[in-house]
């Protein structure tokens, strides 16, 4: 059974870092690509990053870019979202999901249940 | 970027009426690349459909997808009441990938 499990979140200032995780299972990590999508409270979704299975080409959403750097440790199986220079619109819950194949599709069949990002002073 | 634009916000219907969602893109998507997701309260969203038309694995046959263009179509024939959910269109054609805002189907 494929599980995906977010932690990391929590409270940060605006102006501060935070790195989630997302423990994955249940399937060959290194062969998938793997996203982050986020939604804000009450809001809908919004990718945020996508890194390839084994080339780990990466891809990022122009709101985060320079700010958010996604990667992976294939040996852990753990998909990582390095947060930096954090703002208050960046608060969402933060979602990591499996992309079908290692390339990229670009679309989900996996998700997580969701890491908290609250950014306020 | 390709911006998705969902209609109606909400959709309230009864169990057994049939659901017609729309989603209608700035540009011309190649239906190899385009899904719908469904996302109840306090759930994580669920695949229905990619490339279109195709079922993800273990939807029900009442969901099917369609369009082509810049207009895309997600129908539930019959609505069950687990159906009573929120749900998200997604174009992959691009690197930037992006949602729609969002229908809800809510109970009448």
């Keep these: ?121 | 970027e390709i911006v998705l634009t969902q209609s109606p916000g909400t959709l309230s219907l009864s169990p057994g009426e049939r659901a017609t969602l729309s989603c209608r893109a700035s540009q011309s998507v190649d239906t190899t690349y385009f899904a719908w997701y469904q996302q109840t309260p306090g759930q994580s969203p669920r695949l229905l459909i990619y490339g279109t038309s195709s079922r993800a694995t273990g939807i029900p046959d009442r969901f099917s997808g369609s369009g082509s263009g810049t207009d895309f179509t997600l129908t539930v024939s019959r609505l069950e009441p687990e159906d009573f959910a929120v749900y998200y269109c997604q174009q992959y054609a691009s690197p930037v990938l992006s949602f729609g805002g969002g229908t809800k189907v809510e109970i009448k």
């Excluded at chain 1, 409270?11 to 423990?23: E, I, K, T, Y």
């Design chain 1, 1 to 121: 059974e494929v599980q995906l499990l977010e932690s990391g979140g929590g409270l940060v200032q605006p102006g501060g870092s935070l790195r989630l995780s997302c423990a994955a299972s249940g399937f060959i990590f290194s062969n998938y690509a793997m996203t982050w999508v986020r939604q804000a409270p009450g809001q809908g979704l919004e990718w945020v990053a996508a890194i390839k299975g084994t080339a780990g080409n990466t891809y990022y959403a122009d709101s985060v870019k320079g700010r958010f750097t996604i990667s992976r440790d294939n040996s852990k199986s753990t998909l990582y979202l390095q947060m930096n220079s954090l703002r208050a619109e960046d608060t969402a819950l933060y979602f990591c999901a499996k992309d079908p194949i290692s390339t990229w599709a670009g679309y989900f069949d996996y998700w997580g249940q969701g890491s908290l990002v609250i950014v306020s002073s």
